[in-house]
Nanobody
């Protein structure tokens, strides 16, 4: 059984930083692209960032490019999301997810491409 557990959310002022972590277990972590998504109240779950199974390639939504950095430590089965210069519009529940395809070559920003999800962690940015 695959489990993803996020941590690191909280309340931060605009312009501040947070680092989210997602610990994975249950299958070979290093074989799968990992993604971060977020969902604000009343909105759909949106893609934020993804990192290839090797960690060598990353991809970001335009809204976070230059402010957020995704990384992974395959030895620790953990993926991270460093969030800097936070804005009020970044307020959402953040979810990590594992790609359903082993060693996918091309990234997907669709939620349907990911088969396991964490429980989510709340990020609130006050203006």
């Amino acid at each position: 059984q695959v489990q993803l557990v996020e941590s690191g959310g909280g309340l931060v002022q605009a312009g501040g930083s947070l680092r989210l972590s997602c610990a994975a277990s249950g299958r070979t972590f290093s074989d799968y692209t990992m993604g971060w998504f977020r969902q604000a109240p009343g909105n759909e779950r949106d893609f934020v960032a993804a990192i290839s199974w090797s960690g060598g390639i990353t991809y970001y939504a335009d809204s976070v490019k230059g402010r957020f950095t995704i990384s992974r430590d395959n030895a620790k089965n953990t993926v991270y999301l460093q969030m800097n210069s936070l804005k009020s519009e970044d307020t959402a529940v953040y979810y990590c997810a594992s790609d359903r395809s082993r060693r996918r070559i091309l990234f997907s920003t669709r939620t349907g491409a990911y088969d396991y999800w964490g429980q989510g962690t709340q990020v609130t940015v006050s203006s």
